[in-house]
C-alpha cells in the first residue's frame, strides 16, 4: 500500500479523480493493516512517523489535557501513542472517513474506555462547535481540500484552543526527488517491463496518491484565512537522504528509533525536513 512518505503529489488532478485515488488507497480493508504495519521497522516510512509522532508529542508538552479530537486518525496509531505517553490526560475522540480505518483503531484502542470513535469526513465534522481544547490532524490535509478541513478544524476547537496540523514538505530535498524523479523512474520501468511481456504483479511502479502538499508559508495563510493563529512551526524527518537510497541507510544508521530528537528542527536544519507540522491557536474572539 502506497503510504505518505512514498506518495506523489498530484496537483492537477480534479477533485474527482483526487476522491478516487484517497479511496482507493485507505478504503480497502487491507489499508489499515499496511499503514499500520508501515509505523514499525526500520523502513524510511517508519522513521517518517516515529519523527512525525515525537514532533506532535513535544507540541503537546505545554498543553495540560483536555478534550482532544484526532480528525484523520487511520487505524489508531496517534491515539494509542497518546494513551501510552500521556495516560488520563485526554479525553479523546478520533474520526475517519474509512469505516476500516475506524475499525482498526478500535481494535488498537480496544479496553480503554473513553476514546469515542467516528466515522466522518473532515470537511464535516459530526461535533458542534469549540467542542475541544485541542485539535489533531496529521497526514490528513494532503489528502482533502486543505481550506475546507482547516475551517472545519477551527470550528470544533475552542477559542484559544490548540490545533496541530502536519503536511509533507513539498520543498524538501526528499519530496522533490521522490516525485520529480524517483516516482516517474518507477512508472517509465513499469511501462517498459509491460512492453517486455513482464506479469502485471512483477512490474515496477507507483501508485496515484491523490495528494496536494502544500509549503509552510501557504499553510500559515490558510490556517490565518480559517482563523487560527499559528504560532510554531516544526519540520520533523529530516534527512539528506533520497529514495531507493534511503532504504539502505536506514537500516544501517537505527538510533533514530530510540533517540528521534535529532530528526526534528525548527531551526537552519529545517529544509532537510520532509514533512513539517504547524501549531496554531483559535482566535479566542472568534465565535
Ligand atoms: C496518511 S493516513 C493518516 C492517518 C493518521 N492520522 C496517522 O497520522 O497515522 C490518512 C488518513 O486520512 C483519512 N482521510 C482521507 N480523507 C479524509 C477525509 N476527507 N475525512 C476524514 N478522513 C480522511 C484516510 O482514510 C486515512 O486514514
Known sequence: MPVPSTARPSGRTGALSREIAVTEQFGDPSAASGYASAYDGWTPAARYFRSRLHAVGQSLDSCP???????GCGPGMLVR???DTRPGDFR?????????MIGAAARRV???GGVGLAVARIEDLPFADGS???VLATGVLEYVDTRRALR?????ARPDGLVVVTMLNPR?????FE????WPALRALGRVERLLGVPAHRRHGAGRSGIRAVGPRRLRTLLRDAALCPEDVVFYDLTAWVPPLDKAVRRRFRQWHSHPEPTVSRGRRSWLGSGYLVAARRASGDA
Open 110 to 112: 480496544g479496553g480503554a
Open 132 to 134: 475541544f481544547d485541542v
Open 179 to 182: 516525485w520529480c524523479v524517483h
Open 172 to 176: 524538501s530535498p526528499y519530496r522533490l
Open 92 to 100: 479523546i475522540t478520533a474520526c475517519d472517513r474509512s469505516h476500516g
Open 152 to 156: 472545519e478544524l477551527a470550528r470544533v
Open 81 to 83: 501513542h497518546l494513551l
Open 65 to 71: 489535557g483536555g478534550d482532544l479530537l484526532d480528525a
